[in-house]
């Protein structure tokens, strides 16, 4: 504990004292309501997990301003039923169980399709809305007031108002979205009239009771919207309704996500300046706190002890490992699972699916698991064929549960497709994650060859109760006249310097897109050559958004859609597009057209033992989480 001494440090906050600075931030999780009205066990038991973690301040996500009026509606809290607030009480309740402080975001999203102003995004960032009548401003108004008493009253100790990202609340501050001429429009003091109402509204309710936390966008990073000064400007105006200003960024447009939600393409802790912006202008009496892809207490310890920020606010990081704070209180900081900042909790929760993490399988199951997972019984002799991410992560929990695990990996490192990992600057998340699962493996008792070919016949000779089968998928090899002058996209990694200075990539999936991102990062002239109307639909739906951005940003990167690859030769490429010929020339070509299950090897080692299970990409070549998730079933089912 003494190496995180100034994070470890309880802090006063008016009536309360919070035991530590550290804020689990809010996230909507798509299991918090299925029609609903009040949090279910699901819900409950993930935001009370975090304070069982050891967060100072949990905040809740799910109340809904306004009266619930579609059971249907995501993760809508109605703070006007009675049978929702007896649920809604006994979460804050389990919350200080664990000494923590029990908080709920309150976020300004407006039925009826209302923003600030006419044309501004909702949601959805794409939709225009429509501008809110005054009188269904006051209507709000009210509500926050209403909520923020309620949830006092309910044993909550603090309200997040999110007034950040641009959300159509948040829409008033900015020049850029807030076009209205009456006085809440136009000038710097109307345009946060609207949200000091707000604020005044709520302290009339609750008083100095409860903690009030702002989450803002200091900078919107968006031409002629809210700059860093205007940023500071605001929070100096926020500071005295509330105790706490979160320090956040952007705005909810497809090329702001990866500022917002901070994904590889920016460097580790890239938003904790605007924190330190608001601590070093001494105008700011507030705490502040930093957010944005905070991933270790190491980092966040420094955060805190240079003064660059009071609190430190962790959500993605919290969702890879829940474990994070008490595995690195007790010295084994190794030993948390780092997040890869793909995005997938997000996607998963916001876009229809249940909670989903690509390097914790159990996130959406994980109060559920009691009920799921069988005894071990007696110990087991286990083949694990392939030693990538879903070998590796089958192994590691065949073993935890006592087995006698053995893993044959054909080349010379564990790591399988995540290899390529280390070679590129926009992935060095999942590089951690790779470098990660082979340390776990290193630290237990799993016996590993290396350069070792396992057949059917040798772990039938060997005698293996249960085979997991995890050999990946093979690259597919379209029937393009010349394609044997291709490289395949996953070998070109590490051998960058012989490719030449122009280059030509066939297939603009997202393996393709970010493989030609790289070199063009690498200062070759790169051309992707792709059949579809657009790149990289495979891609999830937020890292997609990144992805293009980064690549409209690259100046040696160009793209050809809706084009068909005719022909190939070692210093060229042909192709149609339009009902016309085209040739390209380039010094070297890059396939990526794709991968297939190597199905034939897999299948080939059914028979040979008790139980068989495939896993990963040679069932179907698909992602990490999927390769992690079938990882993890394989093992827990031995």
């Not at 929070?235 to 320090?247: H, L, N, P, S, T």
């Not at 005719?566 to 010929?581: A, H």
């Amino acid at each position: 504990m003494n190496s995180y001494k100034n994070l470890m440090s309880p802090i006063r906050i008016g009536k309360h004292m919070v035991k530590n600075r550290i804020i689990a931030a809010p996230v909507t999780i798509h299991s918090a309501s299925n029609g609903e009205t009040y949090p279910n066990e699901s819900a409950m038991n993930f935001f009370v997990q975090r304070a069982r973690a050891g967060a100072g301040i949990v905040v809740c996500a799910g109340a809904k301003l306004l009266p619930v009026t579609d059971d249907g509606e995501h993760a809508a809290w109605d703070l006007y039923k009675h049978n929702s607030m007896n649920r809604i009480a006994e979460l804050a309740e389990r919350i200080h169980f664990y000494g923590a402080k029990a908080s709920m975001e309150l976020i300004g999203i407006f039925d009826g399709g209302y923003v600030a102003s006419e044309g501004g995004l909702l949601m959805d960032m794409a939709t225009k809305g429509r501008e809110i009548p005054i009188s269904e401003m006051m209507r709000y108004k009210e509500a926050y007031a209403h909520c923020a008493e309620m949830l006092m009253n309910l044993g909550f100790d603090g309200i997040l108002l999110h007034f950040g990202h641009s959300i159509p609340i948040a829409q008033f501050l900015s020049p850029l979205t807030n076009k209205r001429t009456d006085q809440y429009g136009g000038s710097f003091e109307n345009r946060v009239r609207y949200l000091v109402e707000i604020l005044e509204a709520i302290r009339e309710k609750v008083g100095n009771n409860m903690i009030i936390e702002i989450r803002m966008s200091v900078n919107e990073f968006k031409e002629g919207g809210i700059d860093l000064e205007e940023g500071i400007k605001i929070a100096e105006v926020f500071q005295k309704y509330a105790d706490i200003v979160q320090a956040s960024c952007g705005m909810i447009t497809p090329e702001l996500m990866c500022r917002t939600h901070p994904c590889d393409f920016l460097p580790p802790n890239p938003n904790v300046y605007l924190a330190e912006a608001l601590k070093k202008s001494g105008r700011i009496k507030s705490y502040v706190t930093a957010i944005g892809a905070i991933g270790s207490l190491e980092d966040a310890e420094e955060i805190i002890a240079s003064g660059k920020a009071d609190f430190i606010a962790m959500s993605r990081a919290l969702i890879a490992d829940p474990d994070l704070i008490p595995k690195s209180l007790a010295g084994k900081a190794e030993d948390v699972v780092p997040c890869i900042k793909c995005m997938r909790c997000h996607d998963s929760a916001v876009y229809g699916h249940y909670f989903q993490c690509s390097v914790n399988p159990t996130i959406g199951l994980m109060h559920h698991l009691d009920s799921m997972i069988k005894t071990a019984g007696e110990k087991k002799k286990v083949a694990v064929v392939g030693g990538g991410p879903s070998g590796m992560y089958a192994a590691l929990i065949a073993s935890s549960r006592g087995h006698d695990v053995t893993i044959f990996e054909k080349t010379e490192n564990l790591g399988g497709t995540l290899k390529f990992a280390t070679k590129v600057d926009f992935k060095y998340s999942l590089a951690k994650f790779k470098n990660y699962l082979i340390a776990q493996v290193e630290k237990s008792d799993i016996n590993v060859c290396l350069q070792c070919q396992a057949t059917p016949e040798l772990l039938k000779s060997e005698g293996y109760d249960h085979v997991i089968v995890s050999v990946g998928a093979e690259p597919l090899v379209p029937p393009i006249p010349g394609v044997e002058h291709c490289i395949n996209a996953i070998k070109s990694y590490g051998i960058e310097d012989s490719l030449g200075s122009n280059v030509a990539v066939i297939g603009g999936g997202q393996v393709g897109c970010e493989t030609a991102l790289h070199l063009a990062k690498m200062g070759k002239k790169v051309t992707v050559i792709e059949m579809r109307s657009e790149l990289a639909p495979d891609a999830s739906i937020t890292h997609r958004g990144d992805l293009m951005d980064e690549i409209s940003k690259e100046t040696n990167l160009k793209q050809i859609t809706g084009a068909r690859c005719t022909g190939i030769q070692k210093d060229y490429v042909s192709y149609e597009k339009d009902g016309e010929s085209h040739r390209l020339s380039v010094d070297s070509i890059i396939l990526a057209a794709g991968m297939k299950p190597m199905t034939e090897l897999s299948d080939s080692f059914v028979g040979i033992s008790d139980s068989y299970w495939a896993t990963g990409d040679c069932v179907r070549a698909r992602t990490v989480e999927m390769a992690v998730r079938e990882g993890y079933f394989a093992g827990i089912n031995i």
